[in-house]
């Protein structure tokens, strides 16, 4: 299980500054700020070495 950090960014755009914010998991993977919305912060990686995928799943209260 890992959990998703949340990254607060700034960018200036023609002297106005802009914040952002946004949502990665280790390898930097990034997750949509809906998603983290609906499931939360907790989810479980899944590595497949063979085949080359990455699977991501919301943490639910039913696994443990």
């Known amino acids: 299980m890992v959990e998703a950090k949340k990254i607060i960014g700034?960018?200036?755009v023609n002297g106005?500054?802009?914040?952002?914010?946004?949502?990665?998991?280790?390898?930097n993977i990034y997750i949509?700020?809906?998603?983290v919305e609906?499931?939360?912060?907790?989810?479980?990686v899944r590595i497949d070495e063979e085949s080359g995928t990455i699977?991501?799943?919301?943490?639910?209260?039913?696994?443990t």
Not at 22 to 27: E, F, I, K, N
Not at 55 to 63: D, F, H, S, W
């Open 38 to 44: 609906r499931f939360g912060t907790k989810f479980i």
């Open 16 to 27: 106005k500054v802009y914040e952002y914010e946004y949502y990665t998991l280790p390898l």
């Open 55 to 63: 699977t991501i799943l919301p943490q639910t209260e039913e696994v």
């Open 32 to 35: 949509p700020k809906s998603v």
């Open 10 to 12: 700034k960018k200036v």
